[in-house]
């Protein structure tokens, strides 16, 4: 499996440091050319490899680390994500809910990569918590996913496990996922929850 994170500002560089943490191989790209932030990679770790969006694209499992009107440009890099699983940590938050054309954003992002089976998840909490070590106390930091997609939903929470989180499967992206969408000016219910689980 392969995994690419697009975008490497505050949210990106803090999935690239999960990555890192537990020393898997992850690529990172923006617009920019990958020299520009390759010393900001290589200071986070040696798996984390800076390259071209033409090449992250490749992945397997592409993190969406971008703000949420930039994802119909990433989408753009492929005309069929046929098989790729895309996982969605925009928060739309403060974007019209007519510009959604009121579905929820995930559902949006989804319908953009046509084709791509997409996990919301990662997206709750602030980029200086999700970078923290996610074993607390002993226990695992929570991450919340969701997709209407169960094969995808499943491999990105082995990868959380792998990444020392504790996944919570919350449904479909259009019933318990709505707990991690931001709507118009209004948080989901559990966007800011920093839960600790201890087995
Ligand atoms: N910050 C948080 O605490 C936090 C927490 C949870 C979720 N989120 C969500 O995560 C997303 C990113 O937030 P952020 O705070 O990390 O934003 P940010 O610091 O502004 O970083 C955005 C990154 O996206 C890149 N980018 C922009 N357009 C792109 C495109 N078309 N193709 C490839 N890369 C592109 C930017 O690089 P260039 O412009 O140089 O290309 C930059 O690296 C947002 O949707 C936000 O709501 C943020």
Redesign the pocket.
């Known amino acids: 499996m392969t995994y690419a994170i ?7 560089q ?1 999935l690239a440091k999960a990555f890192a943490r537990s020393d898997i191989d992850v690529s990172v ?4 050319d990958p020299e520009s932030y390759a010393s900001e990679a290589a200071a986070i770790g040696p798996s984390v490899r800076p390259t071209t ?1 033409s090449d992250a694209i490749k992945a397997d499992v592409i993190f969406l ?4 009107d ?1 994802h119909r ?2 989408a753009k890099a492929l005309p069929d994500w046929q098989g790729k699983v895309i996982v969605d ?5 403060g974007v019209p809910l007519e510009k959604l054309g009121d579905q929820p954003s995930a559902q949006v992002v989804a319908n953009a990569f046509a084709g791509g089976r997409v996990v919301k998840g990662f ?6 918590a ?1 970078e923290q070590d996610p074993n607390v106390n002993g226990g695992r930091r929570v991450v919340f996913l969701s997709s209407d997609d169960e094969a995808a939903v499943t491999e990105i929470g082995r990868l959380a496990v792998d990444l020392g989180f504790a996944p919570i499967n919350l449904g479909g992206l259009s019933e318990g996922g709505l707990l991690v969408q931001a709507r118009g000016n209004k948080w989901g219910h559990l966007i800011f929850k920093d839960l600790v689980k201890f087995d």
């Open positions: 697009i975008g490497f500002g505050k949210i990106g803090a790209a923006t617009t920019r969006l680390a971008v703000r949420f930039a440009d990433v940590v925009t928060n739309a938050y997206n709750h909490l602030a980029a200086g999700l």
